[in-house]
């Protein structure tokens, strides 16, 4: 449920980047904010905005349903969309959502790659959250982690190459809304194929 609506906010940029004019600097979502439209970008602005409200909402009501609390990279997610999200409607310059996704995934590249310098066990963050679900040895888990980190390399990658070189980011949007949902559903299978005979399937194995 949480993962789903992690993707809402793009849905509702999505919408609103391919339903506005690019050149209409007077859309009715820009008004009611008292933001002023760009030349030929407006509909990068308006779905700026639409995303920066879906995230807002979307996490304010797991605020509230995780009792008070966010998770680390939703705090992290939150402000980075907020932030860059801002300055692209504030300066009416899209450079900066797009060069938020591409910051973002190697943050969490980054992250990931290092998180076994910081417990005492030396154990990547993966095996804490999938640990549950999988055994594998020492050298299995950093595998995994490292797989992890080249998702989010390759996907900081792809969204760098859409932003601002492929066809002068003709189609970034698109990738923006489906990209991340397509490579990360590709992954996911790939690893259940690769990990398939690893997953803890004894019930009472994933209470332990």
Request: overall charge positive; aromatic content about 16%.
């Amino acid at each position: 449920m949480k993962s789903l609506l992690d993707f809402l906010p793009l849905i509702i940029f999505y919408v609103l980047y391919k339903n506005t004019d690019k050149t209409d600097a007077n859309h009715p979502l820009l008004s009611i904010f008292g933001l002023s439209g760009g030349v030929d970008n407006n509909h990068i602005l308006v779905g700026t905005l639409g995303l920066i409200l879906g995230t807002t909402i979307v996490y304010g009501y797991l605020f509230f349903s995780q009792k008070f609390r966010l998770e680390k990279q939703q705090w992290f997610v939150l402000l980075m969309t907020v932030v860059f999200g801002g300055l692209t409607l504030a300066l009416s310059d899209d450079y900066y959502i797009r060069l938020k996704a591409v910051l973002i995934n190697l943050a969490f590249a980054l992250g990931l790659a290092i998180s076994p310098l910081f417990n005492k066990a030396h154990q990547p963050i993966i095996r804490k959250l999938l640990d549950p679900v999988l055994k594998l040895t020492a050298q299995g888990w950093m595998k995994l982690n490292w797989a992890w980190v080249g998702l989010f390399t390759l996907m900081a990658s792809l969204h760098a190459f859409f932003a601002f070189v492929f066809m002068n980011g003709e189609y970034w949007g698109e990738f923006t809304a489906f990209g991340d949902i397509i490579v990360m559903m590709s992954f996911m299978v790939g690893m259940f194929f690769v990990l398939r005979k690893n997953f803890v399937l004894d019930e009472s194995q994933i209470k332990k």
